[in-house]
């Protein structure tokens, strides 16, 4: 047993209202340069739908992941070193610009400028990559809402599988989203599809992370990569992709995407899992069998032989007692209401999903029953065979048990919660319908729906006595753009060539501290200042005092 | 003049090279890659870049060949002057004429994509007049001095005036007996390689043969990252 920690998420889908709060502060923060105006590390998807860049999930077409050759063993779905290394002049699987959209601003000097005339000034789409005319016809969430559906809806990759007749009615009945980020794998096929070696995991929380002073654009992790999760900035000529937003991370504040989720349906913790049976698990021979085999991987933190194997593995006190409180861990493992997106992959991410309920329920209340009482629900999930089988293709290569397993805990806990809610007696046959006591479905109760900010980000800091310093790469300054006040954009040899600008982490220090102090010590909130007398750290200090 | 042209320049073009180089890695990382115009395009890319790439490595094999390889090696094993000529000949016309063909449709959709247009610098379009003006001459003096009745033998005259460049004796009167093709090919070459180490082309050097040999995830520790403050400029 070697034992590793990974940090990991889990989305709560039920609760996701499709805002993209979480893309847009995402997008502020990490991708509002030149180069990647195209790149969303975090985008919300509306399903039924094509996705971002459109149709990713096709593998047929795109060969990301991995797969099993004849042998029964693992090969990267794209074709091995020798394969990659003769296509390296023209990789001939990665996406076109039009399979993401053409990046456009609006021309909006013309309103101020236009000379009088009869009718008013428009500004104009203009295209970012060649500055002319353009006419959007598409861009990161062009399908939000189901948006068009009527022209495109039949190219979901995951409709495949589904009869014809019921594809219309199955769109009217049935829609929910789907954010996604990196998947932070395990088995990260875009790190093995690098032909550079640029793209590591780091062996201290797992996050898969590109090295921008070692990769040279070949784009093989592109293609690699099966959620599409990484990106080419085509002014710097590397690739990106999200971060974790570690930074954060390291000194123990949540992603900037979970940070700013309305809906907090995001959880982040530890999870501590054995880096020898990986292989293995991604090896499994069943694409049904994968979900089983990565949670098998996962190791039970209040174990104390792991306890005391991660300890031996150099993993620091504080983060083995912080996977143990993980809400991931939870999640996954003890609720087991958690699954792997498209396990079949066979990378096995670290992003897990809660698969929602409320369609289902939305159904029952449509119909005029009550779409909280347990048996209209489980019969309601048992009637409902296409969003169950869509469900599956996404979280368990199409098996549609664990789905089922899963959404009739949550019927339960909804009908449970009621009872108690209402004053009501407990009614304990409704856990035990789903192998749940009273108590575990209260506890889950607490988690998905009451968890407070600590509980939902569990996240130990980053060691200092493990790192000499923290990591600056990554990324440049967001001022850096063409005449921008960082100016440091461009160097003799194109864009942005020259050293990374470095990310102050003291300024996440600065942060955090910010957000978790209890007073307002150092900083004056100018709106409460009646203008009198001299509070505290609004000015600098006099020099008698001193 | 032919101590100039033969003997300075090339010791000037080549210490830049190398000095360029180690200064650019050291300089400019971040800098260091091929710069890829697939996203925007990738039709003719898909014909063009591998026919150029393949054909100008097996330009660079030939020069290697013929230029490293002394003459009496070769007949020492049993190979005529005619028969390496035929050989070099026919293989170097066709890989040049990939490597042209190949260039001319990427210049092509570079003039004609717009996106491919407006992303190329001033620094890429000196870098594709020297390098194809190199193939050119390269070409054209092979492609010319084949067709007269008597083609000069470069590997009695330009092959050891390069080699003795590296032996540190320069030998420029072996450089002046050679046809002004050849003259002109050696100097643009030259040119080339003192520009090379400030273009794109430096992305010859980072050929990912490490990927054939390491493991396929690389783990990588915090603590391998070189300590770099906040407050230093990255340099």
Not at chain 1, 359 to 367: A, F, G, H, Q, Y
Not at chain 2, 94 to 121: D, E, K, M, N, Q
Request: proline share 6%.
């Amino acid at each position: 047993m070697r034992v590793m920690a990974q940090m990991a998420m889990v989305m709560n889908l039920d609760k996701c209202i499709g805002c993209h709060t979480c893309s847009v502060t995402c997008k502020q923060a990490w991708t509002n340069r030149s180069g990647v105006e195209y790149v969303w590390f975090n985008n919300v998807e509306t399903r039924p739908g094509q996705g971002y860049p459109r149709r990713y999930e096709d593998q047929e077409t795109w060969r990301g992941g991995w797969e099993l050759n004849r042998r029964g063993k693992l090969k990267l779905k794209g074709g091995g070193r020798f394969k990659k290394l003769l296509t390296i002049f023209a990789n001939p699987k990665l996406p076109a610009i039009q399979d993401y959209y053409e990046p456009w601003t609006y021309d909006y000097e013309t309103l101020t400028n236009a000379p009088l005339q009869e009718h008013t000034p428009v500004a104009r789409p203009k295209s970012l990559l060649t500055g002319k005319d353009m006419k959007v016809q598409w861009s990161a969430n062009w399908d939000d809402d189901l948006g068009g559906s009527i022209d495109h809806g039949d190219k979901d990759v995951l409709l495949k599988g589904i009869a014809d007749k019921v594809k219309f009615e199955f769109e009217q009945t049935f829609m929910f989203y789907l954010p996604r980020i990196c998947e932070h794998c395990l088995n990260p096929s875009c790190a093995a599809s690098c032909p550079s070696g640029a793209i590591y995991k780091r062996a201290e929380d797992g996050i898969v992370l590109v090295d921008q002073d070692r990769c040279r654009g070949w784009r093989m992790c592109v293609s690699g990569c099966p959620y599409k999760k990484v990106y080419f900035n085509h002014r710097t000529g590397k690739a990106e992709k999200c971060t974790f937003c570690f930074p954060r991370i390291e000194v123990g504040i949540p992603t900037v995407c979970s940070e700013t989720c309305v809906g907090r349906l995001r959880y982040i913790g530890l999870m501590l899992y054995d880096a020898d049976a990986v292989l293995a698990a991604a090896s499994v021979t069943g694409d049904h069998d994968l979900y089983e085999a990565q949670r098998k991987v996962f190791l039970d933190p209040a174990d104390p032989a792991v306890a005391a194997e991660a300890e031996r593995a150099g993993i620091p006190r504080d983060w083995i007692e912080a996977a143990q409180r993980s809400p991931v861990y939870a999640l996954i493992n003890k609720y087991k209401v958690a699954l792997p997106l498209h396990p079949e992959y066979r990378t096995m991410p670290m992003v897990w999903y809660i698969p929602p309920l409320s369609p289902v329920v939305d159904v029952v209340r449509d119909t005029g029953y009550d779409a909280e009482d347990r048996g209209n629900l489980f019969a309601a999930i048992e009637a409902l065979r296409i969003p169950v089988d869509y469900l599956a293709q996404l979280f368990t290569a199409g098996d549609p048990a664990p789905v089922d397993a899963v959404l009739r805990k949550l019927a339960a806990m909804r009908s449970y919660m009621r009872d108690l809610n209402m004053g009501r007696d407990a009614d304990d046959s409704i856990p035990a319908a789903v192998g749940m006591t009273g108590e575990q479905i209260y506890d889950m109760y607490r988690l998905l729906a009451l968890a407070k900010y600590d509980e939902r980000y569990v996240i130990p800091p980053a060691h200092a006595e493990q790192a000499h310093s923290l990591e600056e790469l990554a990324t440049s300054c967001s001022l850096d753009y063409e005449g921008g006040p960082g100016m440091g954009g461009s160097g003799p040899f194109g864009e942005s060539s020259g050293g990374p600008q470095p990310i102050a982490v003291e300024n996440f220090q600065m942060l955090k501290d910010r957000q978790t102090s209890d007073s307002l010590s150092g900083r004056v909130n100018l709106l409460n200042w009646d203008g009198r007398g001299r509070p505290d750290g609004l000015f600098p200090p006099r020099r008698e005092d001193q | 003049m032919n101590t100039l042209l033969f003997v300075v320049v090339p010791y000037i073009c080549l210490t830049v090279f190398v000095l360029g180089h180690i200064w650019r890695y050291r300089y400019d990382k971040f800098g260091w890659t091929t710069r890829s115009s697939q996203l925007y395009e990738r039709r003719l890319l898909r014909i063009g870049s591998p026919l150029f790439h393949f054909g100008i490595l097996l330009v660079a094999l030939g020069h290697i060949g013929g230029l490293l390889i002394p003459e009496s090696w070769t007949s020492y094993v049993g190979i005529s002057e005619a028969a390496y000529h035929f050989v070099a000949v026919a293989l170097g016309t066709v890989a040049g004429f990939c490597t042209l063909f190949g260039a001319a449709i990427l210049i092509y959709r570079r003039r004609t994509t717009g996106p491919v247009f407006s992303a190329t610098t001033v620094n890429d379009k000196v870098m594709y007049v020297l390098l194809i003006g190199t193939i050119c001459l390269g070409l054209g003096t092979t492609v010319i001095g084949n067709l007269t009745s008597e083609p000069h033998d470069y590997r009695l005259t330009v092959s050891p005036w390069f080699r003795s460049i590296f032996y540190f004796q320069p030998d420029s009167d072996l450089m002046a007996q050679a046809p002004i093709g050849f003259k002109l090919h050696a100097l643009a070459a030259f040119a080339l390689f003192a520009f090379w180490p400030f273009s794109r082309l430096v992305h010859v050097f980072s050929a990912p043969l490490g990927y054939l040999t390491r493991p396929y995830i690389v783990y990588r520790s915090r603590d391998a990252v070189p300590a770099r403050r906040g407050w230093d400029r990255a340099l």
